[in-house]
């Protein structure tokens, strides 16, 4: 089975003689954007010269797009546009209705495509566990930077304040049943032993992966969420002891191993790509 996708890269959907460079970079998978990094009078153009590249380039399985939210005027045009293509699917910003989600779902049909719904707003956050139920979507991500803003928060560095939001959206994702949620951004991307220790943050708070803005941050990315090798050799100890078992108890180096322990090593595993 293959990993998840652990970095996800923006690239502006105006931009198009970057996003086989975004796709190039090493990221697992390319969001390119047709909301933020796009000004009101460009999107109209950059929806058409993203839909011309996709024509022409043929089916990107690693790329997703971030559509405009669901109460802008451009929102039904986007997703229109990109719904039923050979993309990995649509991002939605401001992901606040389930209604919403479930109507971009119907249109994607049985196309293969999936929603990552972006929580970035109060209301996001009171039906986060709704919208991560909601059929269609596969993943949920954080948008830290835009929910301080709607927040009134002032967050320090590491924006302690929001850590009990991360859990929250890793408990709604782990009650829905979809994949360990995507980080927000950080915003500083010359500064690796910061971005690193953000990752290892995001890491133990139960995320899975984490949103780039530029393609420095990358592999450390990708690093930062991959298995060790010390954790993989671990984990294939853990299931070689249990292959070997009689069904009693087993027990690895001194220590026991339940099923609390062997989740854990097919945890490393998946996230290695080995199972």
């Not at 970035?120 to 301080?148: K, P």
């Not at 991959?226 to 027990?251: C, F, H, N, Y």
Request: aromatic share 6%; proline share 5%.
């Amino acid at each position: 089975m293959a990993a998840l996708p652990t970095s996800y890269l923006f690239v502006p959907a105006n931009r198009s003689e970057r996003y086989a460079k975004a796709l190039d970079s090493g990221a697992d998978a390319v969001i390119v954007d047709l909301e933020d990094a796009v000004g009101p009078q460009l999107k109209v153009e950059a929806r058409a010269a993203l839909d011309e590249w996709l024509r022409q380039h043929g089916p990107q399985p690693r790329l997703w797009v971030r559509v405009n939210a669901a109460d802008t005027d451009w929102h039904e045009a986007d997703v229109a546009a990109f719904a039923g293509m050979p993309i990995a699917g649509i991002v939605l910003p401001k992901a606040e209705s389930p209604a919403a989600i479930a109507a971009i779902a119907k249109r994607l049909g049985g196309s293969g495509q999936g929603v990552i719904a972006l929580i970035e707003t109060a209301a996001g956050i009171a039906a986060m566990r709704e919208i991560a139920r909601t059929a269609g979507v596969v993943r949920l991500a954080f948008g830290s930077i835009d929910l301080q803003v709607d927040l009134g928060m002032q967050c320090d560095a590491v924006e302690s304040e929001l850590a009990h939001l991360r859990v929250e959206m890793v408990l709604a994702s782990r009650l829905a049943g979809i994949a360990p949620p995507i980080d927000g951004v950080t915003a500083a991307f010359d500064d690796m032993p910061f971005l690193e220790a953000a990752v290892q943050r995001s890491l133990r708070l139960g995320f899975g992966a984490k949103l780039c803005i530029h393609p420095k941050q990358v592999a450390v990315v990708n690093a930062g969420f991959r298995p060790t090798a010390q954790e993989l050799a671990w984990a294939r100890a853990v299931m070689a002891a249990v292959d070997k078992g009689d069904g009693g108890a087993i027990s690895l180096d001194g220590r026991m191993i339940d099923k609390p322990v062997i989740l854990q090593a097919q945890r490393f595993l998946q996230r290695g790509g080995l199972v």
